[in-house]
């Protein structure tokens, strides 16, 4: 996702023309106390990552921060902050489900690679072999475009999410959109550029990447996300909505749209995802998004050759210094040294940040309102601070 662009959704997508301003309207969930590790009379050490949490609420205005962590030491641990619902007053749900955004793509990466895998699919492959004549328009062509350079961001289509149809987002709440009308809305811009001569990130690429699993499997994408990902590892509380579900369906906070540095927040929790589709519709908690990274990068949904090729990046410092995105999933530098690898997501009342390391620590955090840039970096520093402790 895109910290430097508060206005877009899913790195790209425009959401907000204002900074968020919000201040929290209850009280913060008392910080977790730990022992200190010098003597036994040492005074006890607030844990960092509820420090963290209480500050994106109490001085950046976040309705509600909620994140799970697990350390060195293989334990996970959840936290909440803030107010979960601004109309009621009510606390935030433990480990809440929320609207995980651009994490879809991750999903929808694992379910290529597999048909990869099973020979259904060529990487290098146009996307014309498998949906041909979809992709025709100023300056690119479904001949010349590979699967690879869609999951990469390296295909030039421009962004869906810039099309006028979507400019408003409090008028498309509940609107049911099909695929094809929001490929339009991309088909009718012009090439960012060539494909394969740089990278950009578009929402337009997952978009395709779902309807070639459709072509492909003969199934829905959802089905396939399902049946391939999230229940060959056990994801109780991740699914992909159905058409025309708005409601979440377990406990979780309510999320929040700003449409103005003077107006009331808009409860953006129930929306209709199909503006989202394969793009960044799947619903999760912190604790199954952990579990997701965790499961892909120990070669539980991949096999060795696919993982590899996941995991082949180019520099995208757009998304941050030191950051490269690779098919479906993106590395950042950690400052304790190595690298953290997950995604990132955006929902119009939600932004998740997190990921997983080498050695198996895992963090993923998430707020109830788009954050402004200054806002979504310490959103970032939260999570390399969770990391790094």
Not at 150 to 165: K, R, V, W
Not at 265 to 270: E, G
Not at 293 to 305: D, V
């Amino acid at each position: 996702m895109n910290e430097h662009a508060p206005q877009r959704w899913a790195h790209r997508i425009r959401l907000a023309r204002y900074a968020t301003t919000a201040t929290a309207t209850a009280g913060l969930a008392l910080a977790a106390l730990a022992p200190a590790a010098t003597t036994a009379h040492a005074a006890p050490r607030p844990d960092v990552v509820q420090q963290r949490l209480d500050a994106l609420v109490k001085a950046d205005g976040m309705p509600a921060a909620l994140a799970t962590v697990k350390g060195r030491d293989g334990r996970s641990r959840t936290y909440t902050a803030g107010v979960g619902n601004l109309a009621t007053g009510a606390g935030v749900p433990v480990d809440g489900q929320i609207r995980a955004g651009s994490n879809t793509k991750a999903f929808v990466a694992v379910v290529v690679l597999q048909l990869v895998a099973e020979g259904k699919v060529g990487l290098d492959a146009p996307v014309d072999t498998y949906l041909p004549g979809l992709l025709r328009g100023d300056g690119f062509d479904g001949r010349t475009i590979t699967v690879r350079q869609l999951l990469q961001h390296t295909s030039g289509l421009p962004d869906y999410m810039e099309a006028p149809a979507l400019a408003d987002w409090t008028t498309i709440q509940f609107r049911w959109f099909e695929p094809r009308e929001l490929l339009d809305g991309a088909l009718a811009q012009k090439a960012r550029f060539a494909a394969g001569t740089g990278w950009e990130y578009s929402n337009t690429n997952y978009l395709v990447a779902g309807l070639l699993i459709q072509k492909v499997t003969g199934r829905p994408f959802g089905e396939e996300v399902t049946k391939r990902v999230i229940d060959r590892i056990g994801l109780r509380r991740t699914y992909v909505p159905a058409a025309g579900e708005t409601a979440l369906r377990e406990p979780h906070p309510h999320g929040y749209l700003r449409t103005g540095p003077d107006a009331p927040p808009v409860d953006y929790t129930a929306m209709d995802s199909s503006m989202a589709w394969a793009a960044g519709a799947v619903v999760s908690t912190n604790t199954d998004l952990n579990t997701f990274y965790g499961a892909l990068l120990a070669g539980r949904l991949l096999p060795a050759a696919q993982l590899a090729q996941m995991r082949t990046t180019v520099p995208a410092e757009f998304l941050g210094a030191g950051v490269r995105y690779g098919l479906g999933i993106q590395s950042r530098p950690l400052s304790c040294g190595g690298l953290v690898w997950g995604h990132g997501g955006t929902s119009p009342g939600y932004r998740t940040r997190g990921g997983v390391t080498e050695d198996g620590r895992a963090a993923n955090i998430t707020v109830t309102t788009v954050p402004d840039a200054p806002t979504a970096g310490r959103l970032t520093d939260a999570v390399d601070a969770a990391l790094c402790r």
